[in-house]
C-alpha cells in the first residue's frame, strides 16, 4: 500500500446556516490523481482552503505527508504546490517577472527552475508579456507554473484546467500525468466537469452539498453508467413476451421502446436480433446506449429525479 499523503478525518466547516463541508474523511495516496468532483457551490474551494491551512476547520483534522495542519501554518506550502481559485498574479510584471517574484520566495530554487516550467507550460512566446494582458488560459498556465517551479511532492489544485482551450486541457492532462509517472507527484484536484476527471483522474470523489457521496477508481466509473439495448418493433407488446419468455431483463413497460439491461443482451445484440426474427418480430431499430458522464452524475447526486445510486 502506498504511502497516504492527504487524510482528513470528519472535516466540516460552517458559515452561519451554510455547512460548506460536512464531515469529510478521505485519503490521497502517493502518486495518485485523485479528482474531487462537485457542482458550484458543493465545498471544494473550501475543502482545498482547509487542507492548505488558509482556512480554520469547524470541526475534524487534516493531516499532510502524516502530519497535522494546524490553521495558518505555511509549512507545508514548501512541499505543495497549490492553484486555488483563478489563478493571481502582478498584472502590471511580466511573466518572467512574476516568477521570478515567486521564485526568491521558495527557498533552494534557482533560474533554470524557472526555464523548465516555462518549457512545461508552453510560456516561452509570453514570458515577456504583462501578466495583466494574459487571456485567461495563459493565466492559468502561469498559475500552474508558479506552482511547480519548486518541484513539489505534491500539487493541489483547485479547477486547474479553468479557461484553457481543448487543446491546452490535452495539455494539462499530459503534464498532470507526467508529473505523477516519472517524478511521483501527487495531485489532489477539483472539477465540476466528470468527463474531463475521468480521462485524468486515478480516482475521483463525488461531493454534493457538502458530503463525500461516493468514491471510486476509474475504470468503476465505467461499471457504474447505465448500459441498455434500446429496440424498437412494429408490435412491442409481443415483442416484450418473446424476450421476456427468452429470459432478457427488461425495464418496466414505458412507451413504444423496448429496453433489454443484462450484459448479455449488450454483448450479443446479434442473438437478440435473430430470436425476434425467429419470432416474427423482426426489430425496425436496435442499439446500445451508455448513459453519458453528465447523466451518471446527475443520477449519483439525484438531480435528474431518480434515487441515488
Ligand atoms: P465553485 O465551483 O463554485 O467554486 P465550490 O465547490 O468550490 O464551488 P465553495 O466555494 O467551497 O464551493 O462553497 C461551498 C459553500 O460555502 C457555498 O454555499 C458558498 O456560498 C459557501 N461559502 C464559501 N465561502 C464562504 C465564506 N467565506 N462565507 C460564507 N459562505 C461561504
Given amino acids: 500500500m502506498k504511502d497516504i499523503v492527504i487524510q482528513t478525518q470528519s472535516l466540516a ?19 495518485e490523481v485523485y479528482a474531487f468532483l ?111 517551479l519548486h518541484r513539489p511532492q505534491l500539487l493541489i489544485l483547485d479547477e486547474p484546467t479553468n479557461g484553457l482551450d481543448p487543446a491546452g486541457i490535452v495539455e494539462i492532462r499530459e503534464l498532470l500525468r507526467e508529473l505523477t509517472l516519472q517524478d511521483g507527484v501527487t495531485v489532489f484536484m477539483s472539477s465540476h466537469l466528470l468527463a474531463e476527471v475521468a480521462k485524468i483522474a486515478d480516482r475521483i470523489g463525488i461531493l454534493h452539498e ?23 418493433a412494429r408490435n412491442p407488446r409481443e415483442a416484450r413476451q418473446v424476450l421476456l419468455k427468452a429470459g432478457y431483463a427488461l425495464e418496466p413497460e ?5 429496453f433489454l439491461t443484462d450484459e448479455r443482451a449488450m454483448k450479443t445484440p446479434d442473438d437478440v436480433c435473430r430470436l425476434l426474427v425467429g419470432s416474427d418480430h423482426p426489430p425496425m431499430h436496435l442499439a446500445v446506449q451508455e448513459e453519458d458522464l453528465e447523466h451518471y452524475f446527475l443520477r449519483l447526486i439525484g438531480k435528474d429525479g431518480r434515487r441515488h445510486d
Fill in 13 to 31: 466547516k460552517t458559515y452561519g446556516d451554510t455547512r460548506a463541508v460536512n464531515d469529510l474523511s478521505l485519503r490521497v495516496h502517493q502518486g
Fill in 38 to 148: 462537485g457542482l458550484n457551490g458543493a465545498g471544494k474551494t473550501t475543502t482545498i482552503r482547509m487542507l492548505l491551512g488558509m482556512v480554520k476547520p469547524t470541526a475534524g483534522t487534516v493531516a499532510m505527508f502524516g502530519n497535522t495542519i494546524e490553521p495558518g501554518e505555511t509549512d507545508v506550502w514548501s512541499s505543495v504546490g497549490y492553484l486555488v481559485e483563478s489563478a493571481s498574479a502582478y498584472p502590471e510584471l511580466s511573466v518572467y517577472e512574476n516568477l521570478e517574484v515567486v521564485r526568491r520566495l521558495r527557498q533552494g530554487c534557482d533560474r533554470r527552475a524557472i526555464d523548465q516550467v516555462v518549457e512545461r507550460l508552453s510560456l516561452g512566446v509570453s514570458l515577456h508579456r504583462a501578466a495583466g494582458t494574459l487571456s485567461l488560459g495563459n493565466r492559468q498556465r502561469l498559475g500552474l507554473a508558479k506552482a511547480l
Fill in 210 to 232: 457538502g458530503k463525500l457521496v461516493q468514491e471510486m477508481n476509474r475504470n468503476e466509473l465505467e461499471k457504474r453508467r447505465i448500459r441498455r439495448l434500446e429496440i424498437s
Fill in 254 to 258: 414505458a412507451g413504444e421502446r423496448i
